[in-house]
C-alpha cells in the first residue's frame, strides 16, 4: 500500500524538492518513490501559486485546500508535508498533528525553543510522529564523519569550529524574501544555520547549555548611491548588480510561482537587497558550551565572493576535519592522528540538484527505501536543540554579547538583532 502525502506550502521547497521527490521527477526523485508514494493533496491559502504549483508537476487531478482539516476530510493522508514560512511552522504542525498526520516538516522545527516545546507537546497528545527535514545528515561525507567521531576516531570531542560563508549570489538571495523580517524567520542563524548548528550537535551527540553571540548588518544596507530600483524586476542596474535575481531563470518557475501570484497576498519574491526594510543580522559569530564540555565556535557570513563551509572537530586523540575547500571547492574528509599522520577518506561528488541529493536522499529514508542510518532521520527533540542554539544567540546579541543559559529561552520569541 502507499503511503498517502498531503504537502502544505506551494514554494520553492513544497513543489521543487518534496513533490517534484515524491513524484520522480528526473533529479529530484526515483522511480520507484512513485511506487511507495502518492501525493493526494496539497494546502495552499494563495490560490494563484497552488494552481500554478500543480501546473508545474503537470498534475492538475491534485486538489488544492485552504487547510489542512479539509485536506484530510476529503483526501485523507498519512503524512504531512510542511513547507511553509518558518514563523508558521509552530501552527501548521499543530494543526496537522489534530487533524490526524503524522508530520515531515522542513528545517527547522519552529523559530523558537518555545513554539519547539509545542509542538512537542502536541505530538504526545496526539500520538503522532513528527519527523524535522534536516537533509544535511543525508550528505554522505557528513554521515561518514558522523560515524567516525561517534565510533571514537579521534577520541573525546574537546572542541569545534564551524563556519558557513555564503557567496553574493547565495547570501543575498534572503535579502530579497521574507527571510530578512526577523519575526517571519527569526534570522539566519535559525533559518539557515539550523543545518550547521544540527550536524555539530548530531555528530558529537550533545546539548548546548550556554550560548553568547555577537552580530551585525554591515553589507546589506540601505545604498542610494546605487540608484537601484525597490526590485530586480524594475531596477536599472541589474546588468552590474551581483544580486540580481531574474525571476525568469530555470524555466520562468520563479515568476509562475511568486510573481504572477503577488495579487493574492502582496509578496514580492525579488526585492533589493539594499533596501532599508530589513531587520536580521548579515553575520554573526556564536560560541556554544556544552553539556559533556565541548566548546564550539560558529560563524556565518552572507557576502563573499565565493562560498565554503568546514567544521573541524578536535579531541582526545586526533582531529577531524570535513567541508569545502575556500579555494577551489573541493570536499574534504580527514583525520589528523594524535602522531600525526593524516588520514584522507573519500568524498561524494556533490552533483546532482537537491542539496547534492540530500533531498533525494532523505524522502527514500521517509519512504522506508535505500541504505540510511537509523540516526540520521532528525526526531523534535534532536531538532530543538539548533532552534535552542539561534534562539540563545538572538538574546545575547539583543544584551550585547552576555552569555545566555538554557533556561533563557522557553516562554517566547526572542528578541530582533539592535537596528541600524
Known amino acids: 500500500m502507499k503511503t498517502r502525502f498531503t504537502i502544505i506550502g506551494t514554494g520553492n521547497r513544497g513543489v521543487g524538492c518534496f513533490a517534484k521527490g515524491l513524484l520522480g521527477f528526473p533529479g529530484k526523485g526515483l522511480p520507484e518513490f512513485v511506487e511507495h508514494a502518492e501525493l493526494v493533496a496539497m494546502v495552499e491559502l494563495n490560490v494563484a501559486r497552488g494552481r500554478a504549483a500543480v501546473g508545474e508537476l503537470h498534475r492538475p487531478d491534485i486538489p488544492l485546500f485552504s487547510t489542512i482539516a479539509e485536506a484530510q476530510l476529503k483526501a485523507p493522508a498519512d503524512w504531512c508535508i510542511v513547507t511553509t514560512p518558518d514563523r508558521t511552522h509552530c501552527q501548521v504542525v499543530i494543526e496537522a498533528l489534530q487533524a490526524g498526520c503524522n508530520v515531515l516538516v522542513d528545517k527547522p522545527l519552529a523559530t523558537s525553543v518555545w513554539e519547539c516545546d509545542q509542538i512537542i507537546a502536541a505530538m504526545q497528545r496526539a500520538g503522532k510522529q513528527v519527523i524535522v527535514g534536516h537533509n544535511q545528515r543525508y550528505v554522505p561525507t557528513t554521515r561518514h564523519a558522523a560515524e567516525l567521531v561517534r565510533g571514537g576516531a579521534i577520541g573525546r570531542v574537546l572542541g569545534i569550529e ?28 535559525t533559518h539557515k544555520c539550523c543545518h550547521f548548528l544540527d550536524v555539530m550537535c548530531w555528530v558529537i551527540d550533545d546539548d548546548p547549555i550556554e550560548v553568547s553571540a555577537n552580530g551585525s548588518r554591515n553589507y546589506y544596507r540601505p545604498r542610494p548611491d546605487l540608484n537601484h530600483g525597490p526590485r530586480c524586476s524594475d531596477c536599472p542596474i541589474t546588468d552590474v548588480c551581483p544580486h540580481f535575481f531574474d525571476m525568469n531563470k530555470s524555466d520562468g518557475v520563479y515568476r509562475r ?12 519574491r525579488d526585492l533589493c537587497v ?30 563573499a565572493p565565493r562560498e565554503f563551509y568546514y567544521y573541524y572537530f578536535t579531541g582526545t586523540h586526533g582531529r577531524l576535519e570535513v567541508g569545502v575547500s575556500s579555494t577551489d571547492g573541493t570536499k574534504f ?7 600525526q599522520r593524516v588520514e584522507n577518506f573519500p568524498t561524494d561528488a556533490g552533483t546532482g540538484s537537491g542539496h547534492a541529493e540530500a533531498d533525494m536522499r532523505l524522502i527514500a529514508d521517509q519512504l522506508g527505501l535505500g541504505s540510511s542510518l537509523p540516526i540520521q532521520k532528525a526526531t523534535p527533540a534532536e531538532a530543538r536543540r539548533p532552534v535552542m542554539i539561534a534562539d540563545l544567540a538572538a538574546r545575547s546579541i539583543a544584551a550585547g554579547g552576555q552569555p545566555m543559559p ?14 541600524l
Do not use: C
Open 274 to 303: 539594499f533596501s532599508d526594510r530589513h531587520t536580521i543580522n548579515d553575520q554573526e559569530a556564536i560560541r556554544i558550551k556544552f553539556q559533556k564540555g565541548a566548546l564550539a565556535t560558529f560563524t556565518l557570513l552572507t557576502f
Open 333 to 339: 574528509l580527514r583525520i589528523i592522528h594524535a602522531d
Open 406 to 419: 538554557t533556561s533563557a529561552a522557553g516562554r517566547d520569541f526572542p528578541p530582533a538583532p539592535p537596528q
Open 162 to 189: 564551524a563556519a558557513e560563508v555564503l557567496d553574493y549570489s547565495h547570501g543575498g538571495d534572503y535579502f530579497h524574501r521574507w527571510h530578512s523580517d526577523f519575526s517571519k524567520s527569526a534570522g539566519l542563524m
Open 257 to 268: 510561482l511568486f510573481k504572477d501570484a503577488e495579487v493574492e497576498d502582496g509578496y514580492v
